[in-house]
């Protein structure tokens, strides 16, 4: 734990007081958005201390130039990153012609930050004394509307206390905006048109290569003691900014405000050449209903959400607080109505990994957004993958495949592979097996097999024909080997024979296969149309037969576990514990060299086969392989204490499984990796909710019906969830003394509990 | 081969009839230097064609950044080059106003370009119709001095053919250089003045951050038809240049000519204060001699080179010419006068691979310096590692090594790492013992222990406690195993136990025990000197011990061979002749991923160790090795094919030892790999000379004598060399006949031919 300035509550995220050193991590936990943008949280008004601007739009992406030290054939030529947008939230305050400005003022006091995860809304107030010794006490307000998803709202409140003063507002908008992450500091934006009408102001800015067409805006209205003032404002514009002055003498102990409402029209939406015309209808409808009418649809909104997402943590004020936290922060990255976009690592709140598409999304979010939303949901996530097939085929060609092979990215905006790290990245082509796993993963929670004849077979042929072209036979070993790969311990490079990979080889083979089979006989006009369009012969499933059957896995038998990859038991097998605490994060203390040929494992590698296919293995092979394997886990990735916590408590080690989960909830709360400044880890954030309901909860879905095993940490009294399956709710609430089941919906729904059926009439609370 | 216009003589390398497609890579075949510097054949008068500009002075380099895709602990800072600097040679030609510009004239006829290495200067020819229709025939001449080191000496005369004409020279320096490589497009140098004094004219300038002052200087003379003219040039000057300009107005088959001295002085060479002071020196005495004089001189040092180092092959031109161009360039690019200098892989000729060190230097060039100049040359060469011994322990604490444990870098400037790329450089760690193995090599050819004891022990020391550190002992093997290298082969990265690096890591750490016990009985003061020195103690050789006697090396029982690294038989082992030949050169047909799984090998890697240890392998074995492993060689290395010829011919080969042979010494000529524009491979240069001394010749050193075997490709009538061992010069002439050899000396000398036993009587022609 790096940090600890967090005070517990269990709906709001509070700092207290202000420190300039918390400010960069601040704006990463405070950050908002709304699934369409987000931004950190930045001061409206001039900070001259260190600071990290971001403000971004879903979507509107930049394809910086790959930088490598070495070219190697097959690198892709950029690196895909949502970028630093122009910015609308600017305020600068001016009192008696001094900036008011928290990093220059002689005393801050009775600063607080809420972020309020309930409603949705940043507030910030303080008292100031400024270097003129005027002192004001200031409140902001500001949200992203759910509902109106171009617009945001701040509601910015002064008061001179005890004396009166000259306040200006300075309003700005500003696309003179450069990305901390760029590889060539190319500028990203190229500004069009800056106009103004009124208190309205509009930047036309488009990006750089992508030309995505935005619209930056904001209107201002200016109010003294909540009564509004007719005020035109002063102008200044240059060729990026167009800023506005409202001046105004403030009596002692009178409150000046500003209403101010900004946000972003862009051509993904509208027409291109209709953009200004889009803002001001946006405008219209937010100032009609004014910030706070807005503010209760958002209250509304988010009422709404919590309504199915919310886990309730009965005891545990810092656990219920984390969890909390990780839903609405994937709330507001991802909502799921739009299947061309996806969830970045990162959300909108840094620029790291580029806001880009990983393998996090099949292997991590899915289930989250399966269980707390419409399965329309998950259904787009799937067809985000299946849009990008072409792309996907494309990518495995650049490499040497053919005939229909598909590779999907490691990283992606629009389909194409987009980084330029070759071992860490491209070499972990296990990626591929998550795509088809969540192909699995949905049909089995929702029954829906409709999307696999539709659209998901296709993409279970081409990662099928990448598998079988990818694995080499050994006439050594005569059997399939893959060689050269990175698994999902990005600590090992370049690996034979990585278990995981191999495995979920095989299993994407034989899961293609099967639903060649069902496809063909009870979808036979899909099967045929699937069959001519991919240009399958009987003898290339023989070939994949063949890999799948004679795949090679590493063994030990004096272990008696699966190995990493070829060579594991060469290393030096010292534990995590017998190494020197001063030695870790072994990430920032070791050389690449040292960490390479250890044994350290940054996040669950054979494990993850484990929690993927946990049906094929005995809980005592779980053991075994969880034994082994943890003790070398440094779980330096965020993504690996959930699948460790969901172990730990199949396992029934719970204080283990309770230790993994706070690191996994509190990941960013209490910066476990002291890196919190750079943005928050969104996509881990799914892995928390999965640690509760599938880890304590024990959820899975077996023989097509919900499953439980409730277990429970000592350090909570009860705790509660619910499921959306097969859109009926399922609320789920657990406790030391026993289990309670209660249904939302039509239809009597059959559920295990710790191996037992049990039925569940609609709306009526169950003890089991 | 990819170029073919190079014309067959035994002593130039000519080109006739201007291509200006054939320029760029024309400026690297007739590169010039002198050991302290060098330039490309860039055209002295402008040349608006497409051009690599680029002159270079020993040892000054810039430290540039780093520029990598993911930053890895370990990394350098900077990635050291030698950078092109000021230029001296420009000499515009203005012919009735409009320039002579070989890219613009209306026809350029009889061109011819010469480089003469028996003289060591370079010509060019030509008639040319300018734009203006005015018709001209030029002669050009340059050179840069041997015999006064700073200085570089240009002859340009031009007559107009049957017409009259105003003709202005405009000779310049000029300090506005960039690099073509540069990582940031940094500014490498900072001009700090600009000066001239009659026809003398100065730019001192540094380099940016390693701050190496620099004066370049011209002067120049005027002649028409040999006749000395008195004139005084305008001047024009700006910040970064100074240009004259004599103008003469030259009647028809008049020649009007122009002698331009010009070069470098360092602050390496002369207080940085007083480098003008210097430049002055150097031009009165160069231009007292003339430029006639200066290249008097230049014929008489380049006669002395050749007297030792030429090798002469009868009956084949094109041989012949390969291996004086070798010989040429290697001592164009070092003389062997100063261990602070080293051999760049592509010497003064272009901007790739930095002009560093790289093992290349001991692996392939010690044996050809230390054969063809007095052995101080090569003493000189392991001093220079002994000097980064400290660097090279700070290397491997950077890593985490520990007590004095040496990593020499794999590319180096000044002895720290200085390359941007993990898996192809820093994990080839083998380049340790490559410097170790040069020490027993100059003992070994020398017979002068005297550098053991006084420098090479401490280097043998930190190099072995290298090896004991970077071992791992596998319980699962109950040996060593070295994990995470990657071996000479660079197609695969990352590998465990490659069978070259762990055979050099147990000879390294055996080789220093050896040495212990010969300085503690022989040398006692330097042992004791040393033991403290490097605090020693037994517990830490018996580790080493421990280490070299359990070392793996993994074998296949099956082929009867020792395997280049772990899991090699798995890959799919389709040998080159079976690959298409449109899939070659797989580093620019294939992705990297493919290349890495193949069983492609890029050079000589198991077969390397066999070329380093030849004596601890039978013959049978060389054969099985070589035929296990050549037929999966690619070659795409410049320092591949002289390792195989000399396998080929010791296995008795010929005609495959012939076809490697030439691939090593045409290719530049012949332009094998298709970059040549880029620069010479200048260090694989001494693996055509090995081919023939050591391949055709067979020579090695053998229980303290020399030895030959010497055998002869068909395609020769005779071949001969001449080696310096222990200061006596012996001549070795092999024909289909017999073998004639011949000392140069005063003592009798006895050697090995085909096993036995011959003495020899200086300066007596003895047939053996």
Redesign the interface.
């Known amino acids: 734990m790096n940090l600890n300035y967090i005070q517990p509550n269990s709906w709001s995220i509070i700092e207290e007081g202000f420190n300039a050193n918390h400010v960069k991590a601040s704006e990463s936990l405070f950050s908002i958005g709304n699934g369409a943008m987000g931004q950190r949280a930045n001061f409206e008004e001039r900070y001259s201390g260190s600071s990290f601007q971001g403000s971004y739009i879903a979507g509107v992406y930049y394809p910086d130039k ?5 070219w ?4 892709p030529e950029y ?1 895909a990153k949502v970028i630093n947008a122009p910015s609308w939230i600017g305020i600068n305050v001016i009192v008696n012609g001094i900036d008011l400005d928290l990093f220059t003022c002689k005393k801050v006091s009775d600063f607080k930050r809420e972020l309020n995860m309930k409603e949705g809304w940043l507030s910030r107030t303080f008292t100031a004394i400024l270097p003129n010794d005027i002192e004001v006490k200031v409140e902001t307000k500001r949200f992203l509307s759910l509902d109106l998803d171009e617009i945001g709202a701040i509601n910015y409140q002064i008061t001179p206390i005890n004396t009166s003063a000259e306040i200006v507002f300075q309003p700005y908008i500003d696309s003179n905006i450069k990305n901390e992450d760029t590889n060539w500091e190319d500028k990203f934006w190229n500004t069009t048109k800056v106009s103004h009408e009124n208190n309205q102001a509009f930047i036309l800015a488009e990006t750089m290569k992508t030309a995505f067409h935005t619209c930056t805006f904001m209107e201002s209205k200016l109010f003294l003691n909540n009564e509004k003032l007719e005020k035109n404002p002063e102008v200044e514009t240059n060729e990026q900014q167009v800023c506005f002055k409202y001046t105004q003498h403030v009596k002692a102990n009178e409150t000046y405000s500003i209403h101010k409402f900004g946000g972003y029209t862009v051509d993904r939406n509208h027409n291109k050449n209709e953009l200004i015309i889009a803002a001001k209808k946006v405008l219209e409808k937010a100032t009609n209903l004014g910030f706070n009418g807005l503010l209760q649809t958002q209250i509304a909104q988010w009422a709404n959400i919590w309504k199915l997402a919310d886990i309730t943590i009965e005891g545990d004020v810092k656990a219920q607080q984390g969890i909390r936290f990780n839903i609405f922060q994937l709330n507001q990255t991802y909502l799921g109505t739009d299947s061309q976009l996806n969830i970045g690592p990162k959300g909108f709140t840094g620029e790291k990994y580029g806001g880009s598409t990983y393998w996090d999304t099949e292997a991590y979010c899915i289930p989250f957004y399966m269980a707390t939303k419409d399965q329309k949901v998950a259904r787009n996530l799937l067809e985000y993958r299946y849009n990008h097939l072409e792309k996907a085929i494309e990518n495995a060609e ?3 495949f053919s005939h229909g092979a598909a590779l999907y990215p490691m990283v992606t905006m629009n389909g194409e592979e987009c ?9 972990e082509i296990h990626r591929n097996g998550a795509i088809a796993f969540a192909i699995f993963n949905y049909y089995r929670f929702t029954n829906d097999y409709s999307y696999i004849p539709e659209k998901g077979l296709e993409v279970l042929i081409g990662i099928a024909r990448f598998w079988q072209q990818r694995s ?6 005569n059997q399939y ?1 893959i ?2 790969v990175t698994g999902p311990n990005e600590y090992e ?5 990585n278990w995981y990979t191999n495995y979920i080889a095989k299993w994407c083979i034989n899961y293609a296969l099967e639903n060649l089979e069902i496809v063909s006989k009870e979808h036979n006009s899909d099967f045929k149309r699937i069959w001519d369009k991919t240009k399958l012969t009987d003898s290339e499933l023989s070939k994949w037969k063949s890999v799948a059957e004679n795949m090679y896995f590493p063994f030990s038998e ?1 272990n008696d576990v699966f190995l990493q990859q ?2 594991f ?5 010292i534990t995590v514990q017998d190494l020197d605490a001063s030695q870790r994060p072994i ?11 250890s044994p350290y494992i940054k996040q669950a590698d054979v494990l993850q086969g484990f929690y993927f296919f946990e049906s094929d293995f005995t809980t005592e092979q779980l053991e075994k392989h969880f034994d082994f394997y943890e003790p070398f886990t440094v779980h330096e990735s965020s993504l690996s204490p959930c699948v460790h916590s969901i172990q730990a408590a199949k396992l029934g080690r719970m204080e283990q499984a309770y230790q993994f989960y706070l690191r996994t909830s509190r990941l960013d709360l209490d910066d476990y990796n002291h890196e919190v400044e750079e943005g928050l880890h969104i996509t881990s954030m799914a892995g928390t909710w999965m640690s509760i309901v599938e880890g304590f909860g024990g959820m899975r879905v077996v023989n097509n019906m919900l499953s439980f095993q409730p277990k429970i940490p000592k350090q909570w009294q009860s705790y509660s969830f619910k499921i959306n399956f097969r859109n009926q709710i399922l609320k789920v609430h657990v406790c030391h003394d026993g289990n309670q089941f209660e249904l939302d919906g039509t239809e009597e729904l059959e559920i295990l509990v710790n191996g037992e059926s049990i039925k569940i009439v609609p709306n009526n609370l169950i003890e089991a």
Chains 1, 2 share one sequence.
Do not use: P
């Open positions: 790959t930088r490598v030290g070495w190697k054939n097959g690198y690196f650049k490499l040497g980084h330029n790290e070759w071992e860490i990245t491209f070499e080499t036979f050994s006439a050594d070993k080997v060689l050269g490079n370049n690996i034979n024979n004096l070829d060579g038991l060469d290393k030096e097998l990430n920032q203390k070791w050389s690449w060299d040292r960490i390479l040929r």
